[in-house]
């Protein structure tokens, strides 16, 4: 009884309806608003209501978020592993190894993502970079189509389309109809997926009239083909030799080959199955492909609303390529630039691509604070107490715009916080995050494994930015960033990702 007492007491939301509770508020393209209500209504620590009556717990209170992500990480476990793995339902199956043997999975991983690998991989960064400039360049020279051109670039499945006309892949994890399964993933999914085999899963869902559900389907469908086809043409050039893995796009550099060579180093004990490496290629394209593009493209957008900012940036990293008879940076020079650091760390804070985590209890618990709160019965709560089976959302965004740790201006888009000290409150508030006091990448075992992988986006637009200007279009106040899984913009009322941004040469 002691244990819902103390979510009982909690302040938040009411709750609209005893099947959905909060979830529709809390999980749409345009829940923004409700988010920031949340955090100006009710602080870091806030009861809200799951579907069919569940507990719910919003947090973005350190000492709080510490417990859940990090140091009680095995009682908050993700509901069945990382989101892909609830594409397991769908019958592919191969997609959910992640969630179910994730610590051997992690520890093969790890190394995969070493600093001395992301070195490695600057140069092929620059090639495919080169190769987006210079196909910008000649379009530029054709007409204002190239209005389109980032949306498709930073949000597309490569930037090889670029120079074709071929468009964006249609399945992305940032669409609304995702946003819409996870009302599903996170409460029915986990169960359904226990039922019979993979295969009349499968079956069951194809005589489901229901399109997001098909659309989820055909996108693990789509990746698990890609995937499978890479993997096929990796491992026949391995069994070659170096030779013909020289040869392969990426000179056998690229994460998965590296992960492929680990693999065959490996113990038996620590060896993963063929199956796993499939999976592993499926789930990093899944993780890794939306947020990237999504934290591109909205950095670019802000270059072309802040003229300012965009100009120190151009000016930053045009000396320093003078300072190189104009070569390419490697990495560590790269990383040295201050204020392309300084552009890139405010846009990951300020507008994290995934602005939620969530856990599920699995058994009864306690959730200290980092600061008392009041109850409704007027009592200090110093700590939660939850019961088994609350659902808790770790909100990214509210933790990184919490006014009280990153001061009054919390809210708005300054790059320059980064040149100075930070706020003592910050720094003394411990924030869990694996990344710069944020939890864009969240904390923990379940951090995200490519955060250093996804900062090489500074390659890209260091070249972008270089030679290329960014202003508003005419079509800029019809974009919409779209709450979603993963953000995305959009613009009227087509949901395809898409980012129209002017663009011209620099003098
Ligand atoms: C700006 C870009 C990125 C952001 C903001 C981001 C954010 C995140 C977040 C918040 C999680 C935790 C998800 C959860 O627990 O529900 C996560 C997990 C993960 N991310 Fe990223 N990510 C980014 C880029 C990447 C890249 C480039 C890769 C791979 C190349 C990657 C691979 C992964 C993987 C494999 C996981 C699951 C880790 C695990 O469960 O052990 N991410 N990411």
């Not at 995937?227 to 796009?249: C, N, P, Y």
């Not at 390529?321 to 201050?338: I, M, N, T, Y």
């Not at 201006?409 to 694996?434: H, M, T, Y």
Request: aromatic letters at 8%; one cysteine or more.
């Amino acid at each position: 009884l002691s244990c819902c007492v103390g979510l009982d007491n909690l302040p938040g939301p009411v709750s609209p309806s005893w099947l959905a509770g909060n979830f529709l508020q809390l999980f749409n393209p345009n829940a923004w608003k409700f988010h920031e209500f949340i955090a100006e209504t009710y602080g870091s620590v806030v009861r809200f209501h799951g579907p069919f009556g569940a507990n719910g717990l919003y947090i973005f209170d350190p000492k709080a978020m510490r417990t859940v992500l990090v140091t009680n990480e095995d009682v908050f476990e993700e509901n069945d592993g990382f989101i892909a793995s609830n594409l397991l339902v769908f019958g592919n199956g191969l997609l959910g190894t992640l969630g179910q043997h994730h610590r051997k999975q992690r520890k093969m991983l790890n190394p995969v993502f070493s600093a001395a690998h992301m070195r490695d991989m600057v140069p092929m960064f620059f090639e495919v970079s080169h190769k987006l400039e210079h196909a910008l360049r000649i379009r530029l020279q054709s007409g204002p189509q190239i209005q389109e051109l980032i949306g498709q670039a930073g949000l597309g499945y490569s930037f090889d389309p670029l120079t074709s006309e071929e468009s964006a892949h249609p399945y992305t994890l940032s669409s609304p109809a995702m946003m819409r399964m996870q009302f599903w993933i996170m409460n029915v999914l986990p169960s359904v997926s226990r039922i019979g085999p993979a295969s009349f899963r499968r079956c069951m869902l194809d005589l489901l009239p229901w399109k997001d559900a098909h659309h989820l389907r055909d996108m693990a469908d789509y990746m698990y083909s890609v995937a499978g086809e890479i993997f096929e043409s990796k491992k026949l050039a391995l069994e070659k030799g170096d030779e013909a893995v020289a040869q392969q796009i990426g000179s056998g550099k690229d994460l998965i080959s590296i992960l492929m060579k680990e693999n065959m180093k490996a113990s038996d004990e620590d060896r993963l199955e063929d199956s796993e490496l499939l999976a592993q290629m499926s789930s990093l394209t899944f993780a890794a492909m939306d947020t990237t593009s999504s934290a591109m493209a909205r950095l670019l957008h802000l270059l072309s609303k802040h003229p300012k900012v965009q100009k120190k940036l151009r000016q930053e990293i045009i000396e320093a390529k003078r300072q190189k008879d104009g070569q390419d940076f490697s990495h560590d020079e790269l990383v040295a630039l201050p204020y392309l650091d300084a552009v890139c760390r405010e846009t990951l804070r300020l507008y994290p691509p995934g602005s939620f985590v969530h856990r599920i209890a699995r058994q009864d618990a306690v959730i200290p604070l980092s600061k008392p709160i009041a109850g409704l019965d007027g009592t200090e709560m110093h700590e939660i107490d939850i019961p088994r089976g609350t659902i808790i959302l770790v909100s990214i965004l509210n933790a990184n715009r919490n006014p009280e740790l990153w001061g009054e201006d919390a809210n708005e888009w300054k790059p320059e916080r980064w040149l100075s000290p930070l706020p003592d409150a910050l720094v003394e508030a411990r924030v869990p995050g694996i990344y710069s006091h944020l939890m864009t990448f969240i904390a923990g075992g379940r951090s995200c494994i490519g955060f250093k992988f996804s900062q090489l986006e500074k390659v890209v637009i260091s070249l972008l930015v270089e030679s290329l200007k960014f202003s508003p279009s005419a079509k800029d106040s019809e974009i919409r960033w779209q709450f979603n899984g993963v953000t995305a913009p959009i613009v009227g009322k087509d949901n395809h990702p898409q980012l129209p941004i002017g663009i011209s040469l620099v003098d």
